[in-house]
C-alpha cells in the first residue's frame, strides 16, 4: 500500500481516540497498550519497511510527518 504526499496513515478518528486517552495514561502511569494496538492496526509501525517486504515504503518525510501528526495528539 503506497501512500502518497496527499494521504495519511493515521485518520482523524484515530488521533482524536489517542488524544482523549493521553491524559489519562499520564495520571494512571501506564502504557499506552489501545493506541499501540491502533496504531498497530492501522499500520504505522511498517511505514518505513519497503512495500516488497510488507510495509508501507514511505520516505523518511512522509514518516517524519505522520510521527509529527501524532505528537500533537497524543503528547498531553
Do not use: W
Request: proline share 3%; hydrophobic share 35%; with cysteine.
Amino acid at each position: 500500500m503506497a501512500i502518497t504526499n496527499g494521504t495519511s496513515l493515521l485518520t482523524t478518528e484515530l488521533l482524536e481516540r489517542c488524544s482523549e486517552r493521553a491524559g489519562s495514561y499520564d495520571r494512571e502511569n501506564r502504557f499506552f497498550q489501545e493506541d499501540f494496538d491502533e496504531l498497530r492496526e492501522a499500520g504505522y509501525l511498517k511505514m518505513a519497511i519497503p512495500e516488497e517486504l510488507g510495509g508501507h515504503g514511505m520516505t523518511l518525510a512522509q514518516v517524519c510527518r505522520e510521527q509529527r501528526r501524532l505528537a500533537y495528539h497524543a503528547a498531553p
